[in-house]
């Protein structure tokens, strides 16, 4: 009709909708993870437990571990955040603190060590985890740099090997299980990385 407004746009909820199957999709994987008792979950189940269909999972992520790594990736960003508190001792603290916490979450801990069973014989996947790791030794290193500037670490500390301290113990007690990670070894170990820079 000539003189009928026209009429308005619908809005558009297609992105809102992919945000949210998407993130279904990886609170059902950590969930079925986390109450699987180390039991395998599959893509199915993961599908199942999201609502979604098998190929909706697969349109994202090439494979469970993918999946996982995506998961994590994010959890991750929550879970451990780079604090700058003017000081390196006490950044480099809180760091290692909530990242020996997180990892033993209810679902991050299945999460974790599923990948690293899995990337023992998937070669891609042990390529992503590389990266996944690579990035959160970029993010201390920043921290640490930062002490460096401040004069808190000589120039010439081997940033490598503080970092290599810190994940070493990290993976070790979070792999094998033999000594806690708690407080009081976040503390410890925080004192041990510094002690010679």
């Known amino acids: ?16 909708r992919n945000e949210a199957t998407h993130h279904a999709i990886l609170d059902a ?7 699987s008792d180390g039991e395998a979950v ?18 994202w992520w090439p494979s469970k571990g993918a999946l996982l790594l995506d998961a994590l990736t994010e959890r991750s960003a929550i879970q451990v955040p780079l604090p700058d508190t003017g ?6 603290q809180a760091v290692i603190e909530a990242t020996f916490l997180g990892a033993q979450g209810k679902s991050t801990a299945p999460a974790l060590r599923s990948l690293a069973r899995e990337a023992a014989h998937d070669p891609h ?4 985890l590389q990266t996944f790791t690579a990035q959160r030794r970029n993010a201390v290193r920043g921290l ?16 490598d090997l503080m970092l290599d ?33």
């Open 29 to 35: 994987a950590l969930r079925l993870l986390a109450e």
């Open 165 to 197: 301290q810190f994940y070493g113990v990290f993976w070790y007690r979070f792999l094998l299980g033999h000594q806690p990670l708690d407080q009081d070894a976040a503390t410890r170990l925080t004192n041990a990385i510094l002690a010679d820079h």
């Open 125 to 128: 996947l042990a390529e992503l």
């Open 87 to 92: 000081s390196v001792r006490a950044d480099l």
């Open 1 to 16: 009709m000539a003189g009928a407004p026209p009429n308005p746009e619908r809005p558009h909820t297609g992105r809102r």
């Open 42 to 59: 599959t893509i199915d189940a993961i599908a199942k437990a999201a609502g979604v269909g098998k190929q909706t999972v697969y349109r």
């Open 144 to 159: 640490l740099i930062r002490g460096q500037q401040r004069g808190e670490l000589a120039p010439g500390a081997d940033l």
